[in-house]
């Protein structure tokens, strides 16, 4: 099954920034939102942000101002890929971050694998 593949992250100090990246590939052109998610150390995992294929974005009122999600552009239906721009980082923000990507119809795909985030203050 079609999973998405995480990369970037890594040890930042606070009031830097870092990008997330996260690609599917296969066939991917029924693939109509992707986004984040991250689970904080004794956390439950949480919302961070998300778009859609019309480029609406949401995010959550933890990181909005200071983290943005972007989505490739491109015409390459067997390759989507969207990044998470992190930017003022705080401690808080440490955590594992989660790709997701859902389908039309409400079919979500399998998490991505993953990726950590370390803030030191």
């Known amino acids: 099954q079609v999973q998405p593949v995480q990369s970037g992250g890594g040890l930042v100090e606070a009031g830097e920034s870092t990008t997330l990246s996260c690609i599917v590939s296969g066939t991917t052109f029924n693939i109509n939102i992707m986004g984040w998610h991250r689970q904080a150390p004794g956390k439950q995992r949480e919302f961070v942000a998300a778009?859609?294929?019309?480029?609406?974005?949401?995010?959550?009122?933890s990181v909005k101002g200071r983290f943005t999600i972007s989505r490739d552009n491109g015409r390459d239906n067997g390759k989507k890929t969207v990044y998470l721009q992190m930017n003022s980082l705080k401690a808080e923000d440490t955590g594992v971050y989660y790709c997701?990507?859902?389908?039309?119809?409400?079919?979500?795909?399998?998490w991505g694998q993953g990726t950590q985030v370390t803030v030191s203050s």
């Open positions: 997701f990507a859902g389908e039309n119809g409400g079919r979500y795909l399998p």
């Open positions: 778009i859609t294929s019309d480029d609406t974005t949401t995010y959550a009122d």
